[in-house]
T-cell receptor, first 111, second 116 residues
């Protein structure tokens, strides 16, 4: 069964304290791993696409990496405005672009 | 911003009543999706559409129907609402330029539905 599992469920950091979020996947025929950010009361907002092991993408304090079994979202020197829920997703095996989402990691960054 | 508008944004209804949620987009995107988001489950696909009058089921389609009579509008209907359908519903679209493997979706702001 296709699955996307995120850990931890919640992460509390002090401002400037770097850390990583994990997304492990078991999807037949991986066709991309995607990261989203979701603020409270809002819809998810697309961040990154990763297609092959070893690939990295960066945006401000965020860097996403991909291995054959998992992806990491590294947050360097986070600020309170980075507080959000981060979702990862992948294509459901055999589907025409339908995504399966993880349950998310809720990140809180305290000043 | 893909110009996605969901309505209503909030609705409280009673068990057994019909409910229709509307998604309107201004980007002429071919693919549109309805997801529900619940604590402990994350986002789950209900139905999706790949063109006018072309729709298909997602992983949690029981109790829901959809219609797409125009490119810009995608309607989600609960024929007889149940308490288990209390959720936040998100509409999403996929850019036409991305190709089949793109994972970039644009989401609306969500519709919070409470079924008493």
């Amino acid at each position: 069964e296709d699955q996307v599992t995120q850990s931890p469920e919640a992460l509390r950091l002090q401002e400037g304290e770097s850390s990583s979020l994990n997304c492990s996947y078991t999807v037949s025929g991986l066709r991309g791993l995607f990261w989203y950010r979701q603020d409270p009361g809002k819809g998810p907002e697309f961040l990154f696409t990763l297609y092959s092991a070893g690939e990295e993408k960066e945006k401000e304090r965020l860097k996403a990496t991909l291995t054959k079994k998992e992806s990491f979202l590294h947050i360097t020197a986070p600020k309170p405005e980075d507080s959000a829920t981060y979702l990862c997703a992948s294509h459901r095996g055999g589907s025409q672009g339908n995504l399966i989402f993880g349950k998310g990691t809720k990140l809180s960054v305290k000043p | 911003d893909a110009g996605i508008t969901q309505s209503p944004r909030h609705k409280v209804t009673e068990t057994g009543t019909p409910v229709t949620l509307r998604c309107h987009q201004t980007e002429n995107h071919r693919y549109m999706y309805w997801y529900r988001q619940d604590p402990g489950h994350g986002l789950r696909l209900i139905h999706y559409s790949y063109g006018v009058k072309d729709t298909d089921k997602g992983e949690v389609s029981d109790g829901y129907s959809v219609s797409r009579s125009k490119t810009e509008d995608f309607l989600l209907t609960l024929e007889s609402a149940t308490s288990s359908q209390t959720s936040v519903y998100f509409c999403a679209t996929k850019p036409n330029s991305g190709g089949a493997n793109t994972g970039e979706l644009f989401f609306g702001e969500g519709s919070r539905l409470t079924v008493l």
